[in-house]
């Protein structure tokens, strides 16, 4: 996946979602937690909230209108950041992910304009 391609899917799906005015990015690796069948029918009360999860866990069985997967993986992002930023980006511990909050803005800041 190059960062043109992710851009186009993400400009796809916020055409599509402009009535909402909120999104939740939630980048998630490894494996699914057991409890979050429930934690997606959750998303599906918050109708007003787009959920977008970059993941690698691949698509739940149960995907709610309000939700969107793309297929994403922790070297994927690594390469993607290192190219957006400039500087080199290796995660290798999902747990880690949460630090890069400040990259994953630079990486989609340009689908804001459909959430402000």
Known sequence: M?????????NEYCM????????????????WPAW???FLLSCSY???V??????DCGKPAEIYENTRFIDFT????????SQKTGIEINIKNPY???????????????NKQYYL
């Open 2 to 10: 190059d960062l043109q391609f992710l851009i186009k899917e993400l």
């Open 16 to 31: 599509k979602k402009r009535e909402n005015s909120i999104v939740i990015i939630i980048p998630y690796f490894g494996k």
């Open 36 to 38: 979050f069948e429930y």
């Open 46 to 48: 918050n109708s007003s």
């Open 50 to 55: 787009d959920w977008l999860l970059f993941t």
């Open 74 to 81: 922790l070297d994927e992002f690594n390469k993607l950041a």
């Open 96 to 110: 880690k992910f949460s630090y890069s909050k400040l990259v994953i803005f630079l990486i989609i800041h340009q």
